[in-house]
């Protein structure tokens, strides 16, 4: 891809994304607020459950704020995932009658997601300040951990919409597989009650080193990453493993794109 058309399709992207968000909360009475309204519902049923009912959290530091920001990392993957799954045959029409650049689809459901989580992160930042977390410097880390999330989440979903065109069982698969995730990733619990033996093997998850680095940087830098006692190579994994995500997604849909056709 030459620099013009990369930017032709990033443009492309930008003007589906924003306008498949402004469509859908058009005609609701509360409009965008939707957007931070699940994640709060999702962290309202979790807290009243674990902090009220299992009364857990109690000893972890701003223990609600931890749980809101890792729901709004996780909800923005796990909604651009599941969206970009079946994109392409949703748009099969489109596909058909108009030549453009396939990539475009599932890039512009991952940036309708990322444009959700924007607005909830502010909503938390917020939260945090008004929950008693000073700002500093290290949230500026924040950015470059939100990089690395839509690159980790493009790559799967790249793979997954390329994947559903041709086995639809994909959807029911990843379905399945997404909430066995979210229970394997530190979001509800803390790093710290993870058995010292499971630590490599949680923290190589890319999405739990993201949510533990964001934790990190944005309400307790006392508590640490868990990051800290691994082998630097250790430390690795989760970056390589972004990384391969993305290229494995993105050389499959590559070669998959073409052949849409014949399979929608």
Known sequence: MNQH????????????ARSEFKLRYAGSALGFFWSVAKPLALFGILYFAFSYVLR???DVDHYPQQLLLAIVLWTFFAEATAASTSV???RADMTRKISFPRIV??????????LAMLFNLVAVL??????GVTPTLSWLWLPLLIIELFVGTIGISLLLAALFVKYRDIGQIWEL???MLFYATPIIYPISLVPDHLHTLVLSNPLSQIIQDARYVIVNPSTGTGLESLD???RLIPYVITIAVF???LTVFRRAADRVAEHV
């Open 247 to 249: 290229v494995i997604g």
């Open 88 to 90: 392409l045959v949703a």
């Open 5 to 16: 058309s990369a930017r032709q399709t990033l443009s492309l992207t930008s003007i589906l």
């Open 232 to 234: 630097w190579r250790v």
């Open 56 to 58: 857990f959290g109690a």
């Open 126 to 131: 917020v939260i945090c300040i008004i929950g």
């Open 105 to 114: 689809l599932p890039l512009a459901v991952s940036g309708t997601a990322a």
């Open 177 to 179: 597989s997404s909430q």
